[in-house]
């Protein structure tokens, strides 16, 4: 067999490399290599996705300096919450920091090793006693309840953008800063910007006391998580929910074979970057799903088109954030595989999915396809590496274009297109003779209170008193 060992021996391209994959490759081939391994890095990879996804398109079609202003602001801190906060968070300073303090001494060294493992991984550790493997998982579901913080960053920003672009430059309709009333003047309602101000605060508030709380829980539970069986299975819960979900359903009759296969995928535990703590994708759907819906909330505070932008399209975004061009690419795989093209790349696994080679599988592949055809291995890596950053770039710059400039404009102009419809209807109401925009009015009225500002839970929540406004 064909070891990575043996394709460094036998190329001297290799020599000296530590990881045959890190060779010193040359113009095309250093591009296309430096291409896939920021692919496979979640956290870099997601953030180029995200900047040149939602940042650059916005920008190019923001509308004014404080829509451009407040999307800056909340894009860039966005990505850094993302796809930066988990690994530095959960790895320089929870796992290598705080909680080596709960462990013994004598133990300390050894536990911590085993932190970025899988459960399975450490379960199945016949070297390892119970206390050790006991208190690794407790250890890392401490340090993912103290990352608990994140998530709720996210769902807070969206409120701290809109207290920004309070006290930056005094707005807090969102028509005057979408630039929606050019025409007929910017008034500022000074109601509502208290409501925003006192809203934004309070929010705030919540999120610096959920955060410390999951810190002093995460704490706890690495302290005392190894003591009893009841704070391991809650470990575990914390780690795999998804898992935990499926055999619960299991115990109470519900069995799907798909549904276990969708929940059992969804964790929150940290990926393992080669010995560290990295970004999963777990977290990174949490995280995502929380921020819709606090986009949406922060959103009710600013006016019902500020909700109708957030909703048309903020879900696409947290879709794309999530999956990234993983759906293209395996489409524009099936493509290929069916034009036979590239097939030393685009092949399917033992299971008959389609599957593209990691950047450390290429080396062996190469030495592997070099031995059958008695052609060097040096050069069959440059082929391959080649033609998997070929495989990844298309369908990732399609959705990059798609994604980004497609959205954004889209969302631009049905905002603009709900605000004239709306002037519109209130210019057809002044002009019904059946006391129609008194009526309207009266609603508006209604949906102020609370600053629910014509959401449409509220109005269902309130019918008999929208029906009085009337009459």
């Not at 979640?42 to 940042?55: E, H, M, P, V």
């Not at 906060?85 to 959960?90: Q, Y």
């Not at 993912?144 to 809109?162: H, Q, R």
């Given at each position: 067999?064909?070891?990575?060992?043996?394709?460094?021996?036998?190329?001297?391209?290799?020599?000296?490399?530590?990881?045959?994959?890190?060779?010193?490759?040359?113009?095309?081939?250093?591009?296309?290599?430096?291409?896939?391994?920021?692919?496979?890095?979640?956290?870099?990879?997601?953030?180029?996705?995200?900047?040149?996804?939602?940042?650059?398109?916005?920008?190019?079609?923001?509308?004014?300096?404080?829509?451009?202003?407040?999307?800056?602001?909340?894009?860039?801190?966005?990505?850094?919450?993302?796809?930066?906060?988990?690994?530095?968070?959960?790895?320089?300073?929870?796992?290598?920091?705080?909680?080596?303090?709960?462990?013994?001494?004598?133990?300390?060294?050894?536990?911590?090793?085993?932190?970025?493992?899988?459960?399975?991984?450490?379960?199945?550790?016949?070297?390892?006693?119970?206390?050790?493997?006991?208190?690794?998982?407790?250890?890392?579901?401490?340090?993912?309840?103290?990352?608990?913080?994140?998530?709720?960053?996210?769902?807070?920003?969206?409120?701290?953008?809109?207290?920004?672009?309070?006290?930056?430059?005094?707005?807090?309709?969102?028509?005057?800063?979408?630039?929606?009333?050019?025409?007929?003047?910017?008034?500022?309602?000074?109601?509502?910007?208290?409501?925003?101000?006192?809203?934004?605060?309070?929010?705030?508030?919540?999120?610096?006391?959920?955060?410390?709380?999951?810190?002093?829980?995460?704490?706890?539970?690495?302290?005392?998580?190894?003591?009893?069986?009841?704070?391991?299975?809650?470990?575990?819960?914390?780690?795999?929910?998804?898992?935990?979900?499926?055999?619960?359903?299991?115990?109470?009759?519900?069995?799907?074979?798909?549904?276990?296969?969708?929940?059992?995928?969804?964790?929150?535990?940290?990926?393992?970057?080669?010995?560290?703590?990295?970004?999963?994708?777990?977290?990174?759907?949490?995280?995502?799903?929380?921020?819709?819906?606090?986009?949406?909330?922060?959103?009710?505070?600013?006016?019902?088109?500020?909700?109708?932008?957030?909703?048309?399209?903020?879900?696409?975004?947290?879709?794309?954030?999530?999956?990234?061009?993983?759906?293209?690419?395996?489409?524009?795989?099936?493509?290929?595989?069916?034009?036979?093209?590239?097939?030393?790349?685009?092949?399917?696994?033992?299971?008959?999915?389609?599957?593209?080679?990691?950047?450390?599988?290429?080396?062996?592949?190469?030495?592997?396809?070099?031995?059958?055809?008695?052609?060097?291995?040096?050069?069959?890596?440059?082929?391959?590496?080649?033609?998997?950053?070929?495989?990844?770039?298309?369908?990732?710059?399609?959705?990059?274009?798609?994604?980004?400039?497609?959205?954004?404009?889209?969302?631009?102009?049905?905002?603009?297109?709900?605000y004239n419809k709306q002037k519109k209807?209130?210019?057809?109401?002044?002009?019904?003779?059946?006391?129609?925009?008194?009526?309207?009015?009266?609603?508006?009225?209604?949906?102020?209170?609370?600053?629910?500002?014509a959401s449409v839970p509220y109005l269902?929540?309130?019918?008999?008193?929208?029906?009085?406004?009337?009459?």
């Amino acid at each position: 067999m064909i070891t990575l060992n043996t394709i460094k021996e036998n190329n001297s391209n290799f020599k000296g490399a530590k990881n045959p994959a890190d060779a010193a490759f040359k113009g095309v081939t250093a591009v296309a290599d430096l291409f896939i391994k920021s692919q496979e890095n979640l956290s870099s990879t997601r953030f180029i996705q995200d900047t040149a996804t939602n940042w650059a398109p916005k920008a190019i079609f923001s509308r004014s300096k404080e829509d451009f202003a407040e999307m800056s602001f909340l894009e860039f801190l966005e990505s850094a919450i993302f796809y930066f906060a988990s690994p530095i968070l959960g790895e320089k300073l929870f796992r290598n920091k705080v909680f080596t303090k709960f462990q013994p001494k004598n133990l300390a060294k050894t536990i911590n090793a085993q932190i970025p493992k899988s459960i399975e991984e450490i379960s199945k550790n016949g070297t390892l006693s119970n206390e050790i493997k006991n208190r690794a998982v407790a250890t890392k579901a401490g340090i993912v309840l103290a990352c608990a913080a994140i998530p709720v960053a996210e769902y807070t920003l969206s409120f701290a953008k809109n207290l920004f672009t309070l006290k930056t430059f005094k707005k807090s309709n969102f028509n005057n800063i979408a630039n929606l009333n050019k025409e007929n003047g910017e008034k500022e309602d000074l109601a509502q910007q208290r409501r925003v101000e006192e809203s934004s605060k309070k929010q705030l508030k919540k999120a610096a006391i959920l955060s410390l709380a999951g810190v002093g829980a995460g704490c706890a539970l690495a302290a005392f998580g190894h003591k009893s069986n009841a704070l391991q299975n809650v470990s575990k819960a914390i780690l795999e929910p998804g898992q935990a979900i499926s055999k619960g359903l299991s115990k109470i009759g519900i069995n799907s074979s798909k549904a276990d296969n969708i929940l059992n995928g969804f964790s929150l535990d940290f990926a393992n970057d080669n010995g560290k703590l990295a970004l999963s994708k777990g977290q990174l759907a949490l995280t995502a799903i929380l921020g819709l819906f606090g986009y949406s909330k922060a959103a009710e505070d600013r006016g019902k088109l500020d909700v109708y932008e957030v909703w048309t399209r903020v879900p696409l975004v947290v879709f794309y954030t999530i999956f990234g061009s993983e759906l293209f690419e395996k489409g524009f795989a099936k493509i290929l595989e069916k034009k036979n093209l590239f097939p030393d790349v685009v092949r399917k696994n033992a299971k008959g999915k389609l599957e593209l080679p990691t950047r450390t599988e290429l080396p062996a592949l190469a030495g592997q396809i070099a031995k059958s055809k008695n052609t060097d291995a040096a050069a069959e890596l440059s082929r391959l590496t080649k033609e998997k950053a070929f495989v990844s770039a298309v369908p990732y710059a399609f959705s990059l274009l798609f994604m980004g400039l497609s959205l954004s404009a889209i969302t631009r102009l049905w905002t603009q297109y709900r605000y004239n419809k709306q002037k519109k209807e209130d210019a057809a109401g002044a002009k019904n003779p059946f006391g129609v925009q008194a009526g309207a009015q009266n609603l508006a009225n209604i949906q102020n209170k609370g600053a629910q500002n014509a959401s449409v839970p509220y109005l269902t929540r309130n019918l008999p008193e929208v029906f009085a406004a009337f009459q």
